[in-house]
């Protein structure tokens, strides 16, 4: 074979490859120049309507549920039937009644099995120290309404007696929530009046 003949049977095969390789970039442009009004419309229509993921759903919504407008926190503490110790401790402490006006408060509350985590000649010296007690009650709730998904861009938060705790991602379990040493198992149980959030532990 002549180099001419080889020349340009080479540029027949460089021109193919450039035409396979640009080809579908062609008909791209092309088709997006020449689609026809509605197939456009449609494709603009799917873009505006397009909802993009939502990453942190999962943590809750800001908004309450209608059905909490007509319980307050004290209501979800006192009925739930798993909260009882906590409920002692708020009521010989006074803070149900808190729990029970129009200010709204986050309340991160231990349920009876977290309760139970603690020595019992810790909880009964708890008990029987009105001061002490009242601290610890005011450790679990904040002023203020947070959810989750909150609680999760926090890092701290000041607590009923104006102590600081620390809340946020937990430093321990990916994609739970922190508070202090314990660890939300329950989240967002929304009153009229605010959030309660299950701990796994007493603070």
């Known amino acids: 074979m002549s180099n001419h003949a080889s020349d340009q049977s080479n540029?027949?095969?460089?021109?193919?490859?450039?035409?396979?390789?640009l080809g579908p970039l062609?008909?791209?442009?092309?088709?997006?120049?020449?689609?026809?009004?509605e197939t456009w419309e449609r494709a603009q229509a799917g873009l505006k309507n397009a909802q993009p993921a939502d990453m942190l759903g999962r943590y809750g919504q800001g908004a309450g549920?209608?059905?909490?407008?007509?319980?307050?926190?004290q209501d979800v503490l006192t009925r739930s039937g798993v909260f009882d110790e906590f409920e002692r401790a708020l009521k010989a402490t006074g803070?149900?009644?808190v729990l029970?006006?129009?200010?709204?408060?986050?309340?991160?509350?231990?349920?009876?099995?977290?309760?139970a985590k603690m020595p019992a000649e810790q909880r009964e010296a708890l008990l029987n120290d009105k001061q002490a007690l009242n601290q610890w009650v005011a450790r679990h709730i904040v002023p203020g309404k947070y959810t989750a998904?909150?609680?999760?861009?926090?890092?701290?938060?000041?607590t009923l007696d104006g102590d600081v705790i620390?809340?946020?991602p937990s430093v321990s379990r990916s994609g739970h929530i922190g508070?202090?040493?314990?660890?939300?198992v329950k989240s967002n149980i929304f009153a009229s009046n605010g959030i309660v959030h299950v701990i796994d532990r007493a603070l």
């Open 11 to 21: 540029r027949v095969i460089v021109v193919l490859g450039l035409a396979m390789a």
């Open 26 to 37: 062609t008909a791209l442009s092309f088709g997006t120049k020449y689609a026809d009004e």
């Open 65 to 73: 549920p209608a059905y909490a407008s007509d319980r307050t926190l």
């Open 95 to 97: 803070n149900d009644a």
């Open 100 to 115: 029970g006006n129009a200010d709204s408060y986050t309340v991160f509350a231990p349920s009876d099995e977290a309760f």
């Open 149 to 158: 998904t909150d609680l999760m861009q926090m890092r701290e938060a000041r």
């Open 166 to 168: 620390a809340v946020g």
């Open 179 to 184: 508070v202090g040493d314990a660890e939300v």
